[in-house]
């Protein structure tokens, strides 16, 4: 089936870093979503992205759906303290299936 | 909060025995998808519901099962457990299910041991 390889797998920064991870994938999706899972708790949606190239930020977070559809990055910037969690991106294939491929997440910790 | 609702948030149980998981979608969503999140495998799609009709299958065993109600709310029967059924339960919820944009919500999941 198809699967996303995101990395880096886990990732410990300082207070104020930036940060960035990725998704790659051999098979094309048509939506790319961000989440961010905090501890017993279900994903969050982050972003959401639907077109090649598209660039989108929700405040210190940025996107970007790759032109060739099958990958995205998801960039923070000036980590604080409560960005620690699992951050998991997901894709949509499309063609009416709603089924979300989920990546194997990234694990961040934020020491202040 | 996401206006998803799931019940039990846990649940411990033996080998062999069967389960049923309550989700209650957002207000006004007509599409639920049932996920299995194990260490091993990661964020799994195992069914969607689209207004009481079954819409999409994943990698759903053959021992679990799913309906969801007029009222919309869903249940995720699973039987004969075994060891590796043990994982995070989470209901997701949508408007429609079916148009870009149509973002899905996820419950606080149901924490199932299988002892």
């Known amino acids: 089936g198809q699967q996303l390889n995101q990395s880096p797998q886990s990732m410990f920064i300082q207070e104020g870093e930036d940060v960035s991870m990725n998704c790659t994938s051999s098979?094309?999706?048509?939506?790319w979503l961000w989440y961010k899972q905090d501890p017993g708790e279900g994903p969050v949606l982050l972003i959401a992205l639907y077109k090649a190239g598209e660039l989108t930020s929700n405040g210190r977070l940025t996107a970007q759906f790759g032109i060739t559809r099958k990958d995205s990055f998801l960039n923070i910037s000036a980590s604080i303290p409560s960005d620690v969690g699992i951050y998991f991106c997901?894709?949509?294939?499309?063609?009416?299936?709603?089924?979300?491929?989920f990546g194997k997440g990234t694990k961040l910790t934020v020491n202040p | 909060d996401s206006g998803v609702t799931q019940t039990p948030k846990h649940l411990i149980t033996a080998t062999g025995q069967r389960v049923t998981l309550r989700c209650s979608p957002r207000?006004?969503?007509?599409?639920v998808y049932w996920y299995q999140q194990s260490l091993d495998q990661g964020l799994q799609f195992l069914i969607q519901?689209?207004?009481?009709?079954?819409?999409a299958k994943g990698n759903i065993l053959e021992r679990f099962s799913a309906q969801q109600f007029p009222d919309l709310h869903s249940e995720l029967n699973l039987s004969s457990l075994e060891l590796g059924d043990s994982a995070l339960y989470f209901c997701a919820s949508s408007v429609i299910g079916t148009t870009r944009g149509d973002t899905q919500y996820f419950g606080p999941g149901t924490r199932l041991t299988v002892l």
């Open positions: 519901y689209y207004n009481g009709e079954e819409r």
């Open positions: 997901a894709g949509l294939s499309g063609g009416g299936s709603e089924k979300l491929v």
């Open positions: 098979s094309i999706f048509n939506t």
């Open positions: 207000s006004g969503d007509l599409s």
